[in-house]
């Protein structure tokens, strides 16, 4: 008995440790995130070009506050390194110069507000198009008639009465007047339960396929050019008259490859429709594949260093809500690094 209530101590003990440990962590990680979140904002700060010495003075005592600052900051300055566009992009505007530097001294005051007008429109510009640029979806969702941000998974009611469930960073536009039931998938991945109606036929249009049912349940994912059914019979067919109709039954799906609509392949359901139960089952799948689940988990761009990357495989079990997990996965499973900065982009290198 006196040993067992010893060992209970000692689990307890230990139990007790894990936990200090577990939220020492918690704090650490939070701390990074937070020095990651205020070195991206000093950084764009630093790309305006009207960036005044006092904004420059209050980025150095920043910077020198907490060893952690710099830190963030290098990660960030190696994540823009990556994107040469964009770094190019924002050179140009000569942010970099030297705080000392002096001014050039305005002549007349119309041509300092020219200046200033300029200047104004290069950052309103150049915000635009880096916010296009993390958030690729930010158009289509704006165009759009339902949609999801990345990391959001939504439930709607069509209003013909089809059940309509939206994985994260999707968009959908849907025409059901007449004798029309038409849906267009502008971006990502939606799971269907058609509303039966003989006399309205259902398509939907994602990219080169489309998909026409009576009544059932399936899947369209956009990027992968991808229809698989739960239930019923779908037809599908390439945007391309000369492509299909192919008839799928339930657990088949079928792919566009190289502008050709594949064979009819049989898929486990538990993996194939596990995104709608919050978990994504990735079995030997390829890092490419793994980054467009990546960008559907979380706000931001994620990068492939090298291209050769993406030959790499990944296998394992992830919960929707946890993009940390995944990229743990990578580093631990395959010996990648990474680095991110939240909402932004994340990088995968060797």
């Known amino acids: 008995m006196r040993r067992g209530r010893a060992a209970l101590a000692i689990t ?24 990651s979140r205020e070195a991206t904002e000093w950084f764009v700060r630093l790309q305006n070009p009207l960036a005044t010495d006092d904004t420059r003075r209050a980025y150095r005592d920043w ?15 190696e994540l823009w390194g990556a994107l040469d566009r964009p770094a190019a992009q924002l050179a140009s505007t000569g942010w970099h110069r030297s705080a000392d ?6 002549r007349r ?49 069509l209003a013909d009465g089809t059940l309509a469930v939206l994985d994260g960073d999707t968009a959908l536009k849907s025409h059901m007047s007449g004798p029309r039931r038409d849906v267009t998938v502008l971006r990502g991945r939606v799971w269907l339960d058609v509303a039966r109606d003989p006399a309205r036929p259902f ?26 059914v739960e239930r019923g019979e779908v037809a599908v067919s390439g945007v391309d008259s000369r ?13 566009l490859q190289d502008g050709t609509l594949g064979a009819p392949v049989t898929v ?13 089952i990735l079995d030997r799948a390829p890092l490419s594949q793994v980054v467009e689940e990546l960008d559907k988990m979380a706000p931001g761009r994620v990068l492939i260093a090298d291209p050769e990357l993406k030959r790499l495989t990944l296998s394992g079990a992830f919960r929707t809500d946890e993009p940390g997990a995944v990229l743990e996965a990578l580093r631990s499973a395959l010996g990648l690094r990474t680095v991110s900065v939240p909402g932004f982009a994340t990088l995968i290198y060797r």
């Open 12 to 35: 307890a003990d230990a139990f007790a440790r894990e936990c200090a440990a577990m939220e020492f962590a918690s704090d650490d990680s939070k701390d990074r995130e937070r020095a």
């Open 63 to 77: 910077l020198m506050a907490d060893p952690a600052h710099r830190e963030a900051i290098r990660d960030v300055s």
């Open 101 to 106: 530097e002096p001014a050039p001294r305005p």
């Open 109 to 157: 005051w119309f041509a300092t507000g020219s200046r200033f007008a300029t200047a104004a429109v290069v950052v309103v510009a150049l915000a635009g198009g880096l916010a296009v640029w993390r958030d690729p979806g930010l158009l289509d969702r704006a165009f759009a008639d339902v949609a999801t941000h990345p990391g959001e998974r939504r439930e709607v009611s």
């Open 203 to 228: 398509t939907v249009h994602a990219g080169g396929v489309d998909a026409r049912v009576l009544g059932t349940a399936f899947e369209v994912n956009r990027e992968a050019a991808a229809v698989t």
């Open 243 to 255: 492509l299909g109709p192919v008839k799928l039954t339930a657990w088949q799906r079928v792919a």
């Open 268 to 280: 486990d359901p538990e993996q194939m429709f596990a995104w709608r139960r919050g978990l994504i």
